[in-house]
């Protein structure tokens, strides 16, 4: 078991795993998605912990019983959380810094990098995409297919039936469309990982900002990792890819949703071998 820490923002707690060992060593912030926690990124932590210095945050509510401000789920909220951990563990902005994102956690890694791009040295998208890239998928009818949910959760009704009502069932059906196996830890979430259901009534009306707005680019490498059969999220092409990133590969893996633990032992070997994460 990891140590979790804590620190205060605004008079909230922020919690997350802290592997920070060697102050020497580069820093690897690991942001989980929805319905899920940090815990999901163990494998990763393992892999990787001999050779960076690991932080990977939980959304507000998702760790422990306290009640959820749900002001903290917003998208301005939740990225100045991680700045605030980030001036923590990087106070000179001397030390190089990864982010790892999955699902949702991707929109928080592509906004820290171009908000704090003097620090992030590279980008890992783990079945997840930056808002302007989702949303440039707007006419796109198989990603609306498969996103249907996110309109859903608009709906005070449905949020209240999904997080109160019915949460085992959402929950083992999201995991089963993932391909994740029965018997994994994964399954032994409780309802607490679907407080951060609120993030996706902020990020909607988010897009709306991005009406007409010029495309940013991320300058820093960028690695997508899919899993080849993923219900939720098309898989991103390469001419979609490089109208947001300068420099990025795509790597496509069988497995659903949650790549990174359907197919763990190959997303950490290409992760050991990124050159992304070898010193320029």
Known sequence: MYCVDSRFRNGLEIFFINEVKDFDRDIIVMLHGFP?????????I?????????????????LNDSELNKNRICPRELIHDILHLLKEVNPNGEKRVY???HDLGCFLSTAIAQISSH???GI???????LQQFYSR??????????????LTQVNIFRFFVTKVFPDFFLNLIYKLSYIEKD??????????????????????KTFSLI?????????????????RDNFLEIPSLVEVEKFYDKAQVRVLPGGHWVHLSAQDKVNRILENWSGFCHE
């Open 36 to 44: 899920d926690d940090a815990f999901s990124f163990e494998g990763q």
């Open 46 to 62: 393992e892999s990787l912990k001999e050779r960076f210095n690991i932080i990977a945050p939980f959304m507000h509510g998702v």
């Open 99 to 101: 982010l790892m994102g």
């Open 119 to 121: 620090q992030i040295k």
């Open 124 to 130: 890992v998208h783990i079945n997840g995409l930056g």
């Open 138 to 151: 707007k006419y796109n009818l198989n990603q609306w297919i498969k996103s249907y949910y996110v309109l």
């Open 184 to 205: 994994h830890d994964l399954y032994q979430r409780d309802r607490r990982v679907f407080n951060s259901i609120y993030i996706y009534k902020y990020l909607f009306r």
């Open 212 to 228: 007409g707005a010029p495309t940013m680019k991320v300058s820093v490498p960028t690695l997508f990792l899919w899993g080849n």
